[in-house]
């Protein structure tokens, strides 16, 4: 089975958080952050595969510019302890080549274009040199805001936050949509592992209801 990692992370003011810089440190690139003046340049930075920029089709075009959009993001947040950006990281399937996972990662871009019509910016990564060798991943860098044909409006993914058991859920929801766009994408190339979005717990607990006890035993680890 393929190796399986998503998770979302949400970027505060209040933290000391800047998506200006978090967009500069994934893409390997340079910007100038008009709202404090710092320039977050991390042009030397190894490891960055590909860099791309996605919106939804009718917002401006400086949406797709990430030097643009998340200076434009940044100086419309106010509040001190503001939503900056969410980022969702997902693990990219060693079995498939560049190529393939760079148009997977762009496919993931848009599902969440599509789903919250925020700007993404798509960053893939390598492997650390000194890490493990199959560790190719994309950062999802998105506006905290939807973007539309008179620029940024209403706060997005806000079902994240809710409460009573909703935010989990609705990151649920999208971690499965996330394995079901990699499964599709190893399927279009032949590949014959697949991903699974659930826990290694319920995976095995899954495995043993269906008798597959061997299968559950190795699934039983940390």
């Not at 947040?77 to 399937?93: M, S």
């Not at 929801?173 to 014959?192: G, K, P, W, Y």
Request: include cysteine.
């Amino acid at each position: 089975m393929a190796i399986y990692h998503a998770t979302v992370k949400a970027f505060s003011r209040g933290k000391g958080h800047s998506s200006t810089a978090a967009a500069a440190y994934r893409a390997g690139i340079v910007i100038n952050d008009e709202l404090t003046g710092i320039k977050h340049d991390y042009t030397r930075r190894s490891g960055v595969a590909s860099v791309d920029m996605l919106a939804p089709q009718n917002a401006p075009e400086w949406a797709r510019d990430p030097v643009a959009c998340f200076n434009r993001s940044e100086m419309a947040e106010t509040r001190l302890n503001a939503r900056t950006a969410r980022e969702l990281e997902v693990a990219l399937p060693a079995e498939l080549n560049e190529a393939q996972r760079r148009a997977l990662a762009c496919d993931l871009g848009q599902m969440l274009v599509d789903r919250y019509q925020v700007a993404v910016l798509v960053a893939v990564h390598e492997p650390d040199k000194k890490g493990d060798e199959r560790n190719h991943h994309v950062h999802l860098l998105m506006t905290p805001r939807q973007i539309g044909p008179d620029g940024l409006g209403e706060r997005a993914c806000a079902e994240f936050d809710a409460r009573g058991g909703a935010g989990p859920e609705a990151i649920r929801i999208l971690r499965e949509a996330v394995a079901d766009r990699i499964n599709s994408h190893l399927e279009r190339a032949q590949v014959a592992e697949r991903v699974d979005h659930r826990s290694l717990a319920k995976q095995a607990h899954a495995a043993e209801a269906d008798g597959y006890i061997g299968f559950a035993a190795m699934l039983a680890r940390e």
